[in-house]
């Protein structure tokens, strides 16, 4: 099979993630050009790979025709380079979230459909040996009707972390715990959950990291079009990156994913759990090691014509959601979310 000419987007601190997954799928892709506003960035990363051209325009990686992109480039940029790519003839995948705005989300969605080209959004943990063993289980009744759902997370980010010309604000970051960390927890209650949220109660505070206009926690009582109502909690200010938990409980069973390790305990079954298989991430490790599969997943649909994972419309639904918190935390009121055929 011929390979995909790829192209990146974004040379910062995620893209020796991106490194490791062209590298893990060099079978599929070939990397040709490199992007970023920081001409030197794009440079060192273009070096790893023979004959990728490096530039800081996005008009000089359109030239070169690649035949998909991978967007990964603060958040308030990826509708404007997506649309570019996409009516520049190529698929793109970008890092989450799809985008900052419902509309800017339809826009890119619209212009993909226009263009004949697929739009795919990076949630990696969907892609967690334990979360497709829960997903299936879930699916298949075995959990019995779900009744709950709750996730923590309580990470570390350091006043420096956000001493850069985007990260801390409403404008270019969208927010802050919620929709930089804690969108991949309320993306896998989403996906396990098998239906839609319909209304959340949502709450946002900053209490230490007093250098930032965005939070640095958040909580929120979310209710699913099931009937189930899932119990939210992140933070960004503990003095480690500790173990991202979430929880699935049905009638008859329940699922607990710890970092990348999932417990699952079914109705007259002995406990068990189902854990990683063993591969490096290429990157800090809070960002796991499953860009590789995901992104090894979008070529390998392309070649056969298949629709992309994570489709635009449903990682939507996560943003819908997390801008729902949000409104519901700054109004002080319950909001409602539309069902997704709506």
């Known amino acids: 099979m011929e390979k995909f000419r790829v192209a990146i987007i974004g040379c910062g601190r995620i893209s020796v993630t991106y490194r490791k997954a062209f590298q893990d799928n060099a079978d599929l892709v070939q990397v040709c050009y490199a992007v970023d506003k920081d001409l030197s960035r794009a440079q060192n990363f273009a070096a790893q790979f023979q004959g990728c051209g490096a530039s800081d325009r996005l008009e000089d990686l359109l030239a070169a025709r690649p035949d998909a992109v991978h967007i990964c480039t603060p958040h308030f940029l990826h509708k404007e380079q997506a649309v570019a790519c996409l009516k520049g003839g190529c698929h793109v995948l970008t890092e989450k979230p799809i985008a900052l705005s419902m ?181 800090e490790s809070y960002w796991g090691s499953y860009h590789s599969v995901q992104v090894r997943d979008f070529y390998e649909k392309l070649a056969a014509g298949e629709p992309v994972p994570v489709d635009p419309e449903d990682a939507a639904k996560t943003l819908e959601l997390v801008l729902g918190l949000y409104t519901s935390a700054k109004e002080n009121r319950t909001v409602e979310i539309p069902p997704a055929h709506a």
């Not at 969907?126 to 879930?138: F, M, N, P, S, T």
């Not at 929120?220 to 939210?232: D, K, L, P, R």
């Not at 938990?245 to 069973?253: A, D, F, N």
Request: glycine share 10%; net charge negative.
């Open 103 to 283: 509309a800017d989300a339809q826009e890119m969605i619209d212009t993909a459909r226009a263009c004949g080209r697929q739009l795919g959004v990076i949630f990696q943990n969907r892609y967690i040996e334990g979360v497709q063993e829960a997903k299936r289980l879930i699916q298949s009744g075995a959990f019995g009707p779900i009744r709950g759902a709750w996730s923590s997370l309580a990470w570390h980010r350091p006043p420096s972390y956000y001493e850069c010309d985007w990260k801390g604000s409403w404008e270019k970051e969208g927010g802050g715990v919620v929709i930089d960390q804690a969108i991949h927890s309320l993306d896998l209650v989403r996906y396990l959950m098998g239906c839609q949220a319909s209304r959340v109660q949502g709450h946002i505070s900053r209490r230490i990291l007093t250098n930032i206009e965005v939070e640095d926690e958040a909580d929120a009582a979310i209710t699913f079009e099931n009937g189930a109502v899932y119990g939210f909690f992140a933070c960004n200010y503990y003095v480690k990156n500790s173990p991202i938990r979430v929880e699935i409980s049905g009638e008859k069973g329940r699922c607990l994913l710890t970092e990348s390790e999932m417990e699952i305990e079914l109705e007259g079954q002995a406990p068990y759990k189902v854990l990683p298989a063993p591969r490096e991430n290429g990157g």
